[in-house]
């Protein structure tokens, strides 16, 4: 027997909570519309420095109250340096002035601090903001710019969504992870990537977290040699992956579509949609307008497929279309692929999370 591991979120915009009381079954948490009874209530909310007396000793902050700091940790007071959650950093990507309050960072700034102090020359060169997190036995970790701070910041930028296996999948106790990276279109330099799964996630994003700060670009994510063993990764490991399906889309050997262009797509005949997981998947639910032709058959059905017009393809995680979009293309057909495929499109309409671990008696 398979026992699936599901964590459920419900999603409420723009309705502030106004308490939380203790309840006979746990807690009630009073909405400005509506009431929640939960067993349990997690507060993300931010952080905000404590720097009242460091204001009123003249020592200049930002208006969040982040003390303003230089590359040697220094204050507006010459002899005053300041270190860790307190202080706006320049962020690694943008060099911008953030707030990223991070234990690691804060420490190598006390370095750099204290050289200084002695007279030792060092400058902190900015936080990137790499940082794991986990959630029940799920483990969620990021680096560098999300695609909302990369929009924001002006970035002309590509992304990628893969899916894989921790480990290799014949190996018992793999689970999946899905990695979403962010790279500059004209530089191909990595600027931020996000990672949500279980065993493995913080060793891959320590791994792009670190070519990033070293000036890769997405591209040689190929080329790293790392550990494989069947109980630790695969031999194509997931940054690996990252890499090749980047190089894909970079070298124009794959289009792309994503979850957000999927209802822009036209249903008048002008392009076709098209469908290749196999009849059981489709049976769970499916994307309107699309044509279903199993991968497996599509050499036999090629003749169902109109001519001359663009192919915008999807399966369950990416890669079955992607194969379709390769064996359609040596056909003579535009294809475009949908990246993170069924899965992710149908997690984002339907707002839900569920983890999937890989079983060999579900196979």
Not at 56 to 82: C, F, H, W
Not at 288 to 303: A, N, T
Request: aromatic residues 8%.
């Amino acid at each position: 027997m398979c026992f699936l591991k599901t964590l459920i979120g419900i999603i409420f915009y723009s309705n502030g909570v106004v308490a939380i009381q203790d309840s006979d079954n746990g807690l009630t948490v009073e909405l400005n519309r509506g009431v929640i009874d939960t067993d349990m209530v997690l507060l993300s909310v931010g952080v905000r420095p404590d720097t009242d007396f460091i204001r009123s000793a003249g020592i200049e902050t930002n208006q969040r109250g982040s003390i303003l700091v230089n590359e040697k940790m220094q204050t507006s007071a010459p002899d005053v340096y300041a270190v860790g959650d307190a202080v706006t950093v320049k962020n690694f990507v943008t060099g911008e002035p953030s707030f990223i309050p991070l234990a690691g960072p804060a420490n190598k700034q006390g370095r750099i601090a204290a050289d200084n102090i002695c007279g030792i020359p060092s400058e902190y060169k900015g936080t990137q903001g790499s940082s794991v997190l986990k959630l029940f036995d799920m483990t969620v970790a990021t680096t560098g710019l999300n695609e909302k701070s990369a929009v924001a910041a002006g970035y002309d930028y590509d992304k990628t969504y893969t899916y894989s296996a921790s480990h290799a999948s014949y190996y018992p106790g793999a689970s999946m992870m899905s990695i979403k990276v962010l790279w500059d279109k004209a530089t191909h330099k990595i600027l931020g990537a996000q990672i949500v799964g279980f065993d493995g996630v913080d060793k891959r994003m320590d791994v792009i977290a670190t070519a990033m700060r070293l000036g890769a670009k997405v591209t040689d994510l190929a080329e790293l040699e790392l550990c494989y063993a069947p109980p630790f990764g695969s031999a194509k490991d997931p940054v690996n992956m990252v890499g090749f399906v980047a190089e894909n889309v970079i070298t124009g050997k794959i289009g792309q579509f994503f979850w957000h262009d999927v209802e822009k797509l036209p249903r008048d005949g002008s392009v076709t949609l098209l469908d290749t997981r196999t009849n059981t998947e489709v049976a769970r639910g499916k994307i309107d307008g699309f044509m279903h032709i199993p991968l497996d058959s599509l050499r036999e059905r090629m003749g169902e497929i109109p001519a001359g017009k663009p192919v915008y393809v999807h399966c369950h995680s990416g890669l079955r279309s992607y194969i379709a979009c390769r064996i359609l293309a040596g056909n003579g057909f535009e294809c475009y692929n949908l990246a993170g495929g069924w899965r992710l499109y149908e997690s984002v309409i339907n707002e839900r999370t569920v983890p999937e671990y890989i079983c060999t008696e579900c196979k």
